[in-house]
């Protein structure tokens, strides 16, 4: 099998699958990465270059050979005769004369929306620009669209890495983290562990996997107590602590953090709550063609069960964030709470995302995209 046929195929599992392109993609080689990443970060632009020559419907199955072609003549340096010729073969037979007319023709001419021209649904911009703005909308898909690469938290910098802005201690690379030695995470998740840790050094990260939140923690002189509900997502943390010489957790607890097994409180709970990651799509490109608007309200239920029950064992604080810009996923979850300012716990670099005391990290900070809060335990209540 050629590397476009396996891309293809790939392309097709994710598709068909719901499956996730990095596990998929984990032992490909980097023309197969390169080009399914790009047809899924690209998607909706590759189909209008497409449609503006096609005249006519395509099938679905068409299709996908066309966004595979259009991709590589449009993002890749790849000969156009070579582009052309193998990607019709891997078109049915009836449809190779259509693909090779297509292909010849098409190039990558401005769409006049912002939604086609960035590659994203026109309802995920849509609220972007209600909720942050035009400009910061167009930043934000912007962002979406350049390649992602790993962060490490070490004390040898990797060749050619850059210091992050954001986390001391932290290197923005430029390639694989293969070989490189430290804490592998995003730096947006690095922010987020290092907030809870300025709240206080008695913290349980109660839906931690898998486990880079905690080990920032951690790594900032907390006593950290690490719970989740699979164990397998928590195998990170287990290697982490293996390979670190730091003083990680006291404990590694596998329960549901809706009804955790801890008799004691903490003086503060960090809670990253499972939710839409909408922050997270230019290392996850696929997601914003999975997403539905009407999604958003069916992660609801089960933030606010887990709010509930952070709020219950918090003795000072519980940090609420979560990867999504949503604010039906952050601000409508955590309405009716005292809230600190999430400026007193966070360094300058950091303070320039927080608004009216709220982080607002979003993608165009070259992070992950994350929204958190500081919300403040009533002592006094009854």
């Not at 890495?161 to 290197?171: D, I, N, T």
């Not at 952070?310 to 955590?334: H, R």
Request: aromatic residues 6%; glycine residues 4%.
């Amino acid at each position: 099998m050629n590397e476009r046929q396996r891309a293809l195929d790939i392309l097709r599992r994710i598709e068909r699958e719901q499956a996730f392109a990095a596990p998929l993609l984990a032992h490909e080689s980097g023309f197969v990465r390169t080009l399914v990443l790009g047809v899924l970060r690209w998607r909706s632009r590759l189909d209008f270059a497409v449609a503006r020559h096609a005249k006519r419907k395509i099938d679905d199955e068409v299709l996908d050979v066309l966004r595979v072609g259009a991709y590589q003549l449009l993002y890749m340096d790849i000969a156009r005769y070579a582009a052309v010729a193998e990607t019709v073969e891997l078109a049915p037979k009836h449809a190779r004369g259509f693909v090779n007319a297509v292909l010849r023709r098409v190039t990558n001419a401005a769409p006049p929306d912002l939604a086609t021209r960035t590659a994203h649904p026109p309802w995920l911009i849509a609220r972007w620009m209600r909720n942050y703005g035009e400009e910061r909308a167009a930043k934000i898909a912007a962002a979406n669209q350049e390649l992602s690469y790993p962060d490490v938290i070490t004390d040898t910098p990797p060749p050619d890495a850059e210091p992050s802005a954001l986390v001391p201690g932290m290197w923005k690379l430029r390639g694989s983290s293969a070989g490189v030695e430290g804490v592998v995470l995003d730096e947006g998740s690095a922010v987020v562990g290092d907030l809870a840790a300025a709240t206080s050094h008695d913290i349980v990260d109660l839906a931690a996997a898998p486990g880079g939140k905690s080990i920032v923690a951690a790594l900032r002189g907390a006593n950290v107590v690490s719970n989740d509900i699979s164990i397998a997502r928590l195998q990170p943390l287990f290697a982490s602590r293996r390979a670190h010489a730091v003083r990680p957790y006291r404990e590694i607890v596998v329960s549901d953090a809706r009804q955790p097994p801890f008799r004691k409180k903490f003086d503060t709970v960090l809670l990253d709550a499972p939710c839409s990651a909408t922050g997270t799509i230019r290392k996850n490109p696929e997601l914003k063609w999975r997403l539905r608007e009407d999604d958003l309200a069916s992660f609801a239920k089960l933030q606010r069960e887990l709010l509930a029950s952070a709020m219950t064992l918090a003795n000072k604080y519980v940090v609420y964030s979560t990867c999504s810009l949503e604010p039906e996923e952050n601000d409508e979850i955590v309405q009716g709470f005292e809230k600190a300012d999430v400026a007193d716990f966070v360094n300058a670099e950091v303070r320039r995302w927080v608004e009216n005391g709220v982080l607002r990290l979003t993608p165009e900070s070259g992070a992950d995209g994350f929204t958190a809060f500081v919300l403040r335990i009533d002592t006094h209540a009854a």
